[in-house]
């Protein structure tokens, strides 16, 4: 699952939200009377939550997220309502920078999608796949190595090895394992995600690129120069190839290469191809 963007209010947004108020409050009198009108309810209130999530309200949007579950926790609804609320506010804590609070929520919520079976499956990989970054960045780097292993083989059963899914997630693993100063095992990862993206993108595909810049940062560690200045270059060769569309990816790569270069005493090298990098930058 990604970011969601939030973009400013229009009068579009605004019309969604107070249809979505209207709707909720409906709902809420109609539960009173009913009960068995709940799930009804948690629709209408995750609606209202997702509307003002786009607007960047996650204030608004938590507070409704949070009704939407004691309401589903509370009476009667269908278990896949009460997995996607909690998948919901697990991702908007966790992108809120409210990491900690978050790890509760996705637990369950993954929990949830398991015990549903099926497709649910592949979501609660995807939640893992989440859960295990976050686990990265507190520096809980065991607990995220298990969820992106439990991630990596819901996902390979269900789409098979070669997938872009599958292929993210090796990535992932490649960089925790760098973090955590295994480079061997970094590489390794490193190398099975770039071989299921070509199979999968293309040799060509900017992920492509990314996946042998991190395959040369990996040689690089393990004093394979050779290998890192050969992975580099095949990186930017990818992406200037698409210019300007990844000028930002091309400059970063670059950036990271010359670094490498005057690092092995290939400063002529790296001297020679900053008059490269400036030139193809200068005509984006």
């Known amino acids: 699952m990604s970011v969601p963007s939030s973009q400013p209010a229009t009068p579009s947004s605004n019309t969604a ?3 979505a108020l209207a709707a909720v409050e409906a709902q809420r009198e109609a539960v ?5 009108k709940a799930p009804g309810l948690v629709r209408a209130l995750q ?10 309200d996650v204030a608004g949007a938590e507070a409704a997220y949070r009704e939407a579950l004691e309401v589903a926790e509370r009476l009667q609804v269908p278990p896949d309502a009460l997995a996607d609320v909690r998948t919901s506010l697990a991702t908007l804590l966790d992108f809120s920078g409210r990491e900690e609070e978050s790890l509760s929520f996705y637990e369950e919520a993954i929990s949830n999608h398991e015990a549903l079976g099926g497709e649910s499956q592949e979501v609660a990989a995807q939640l893992r796949n989440n859960l295990a970054m976050t686990y990265k960045g507190m520096g809980k780097l065991a607990l995220a190595e298990q969820h ?17 899914s599958v292929a993210c997630v090796y990535n992932n693993l490649g960089s ?23 199979a999968v993108l293309g040799e060509n595909h900017r992920d492509v690129a ?18 890192s ?14 210019l300007p569309a990844e000028a930002a990816s091309y400059e970063a790569a670059a950036l990271d290469y010359m670094a490498m270069l005057e690092i092995i005493g290939e400063e002529s090298k790296a001297a020679a191809f900053k008059k490269r990098l400036d030139k193809a930058l200068s005509a984006v």
């Open 229 to 242: 200045k050969k992975h580099f270059e095949t990186c930017l060769a990818i992406l200037e190839a698409q």
């Open 47 to 56: 609606t209202l939550a997702d509307a003002q999530r786009e607007t960047g």
């Open 210 to 227: 990314q996946s042998y810049c991190n395959l040369a940062t990996a040689c690089h560690e393990l004093k394979d120069n050779e290998g």
């Open 17 to 19: 939200i107070q249809a």
């Open 32 to 36: 009173k009377e009913y009960p068995g």
């Open 176 to 198: 925790l394992y760098y973090a955590a100063g295994f480079p061997d095992q970094a590489k390794e990862m490193f190398e099975d995600g770039l071989q299921i993206r070509i």
């Open 148 to 164: 992106y292993l439990r991630s990596l083989e819901t996902l390979e059963n269900k789409r098979g090895r070669e997938s872009d």
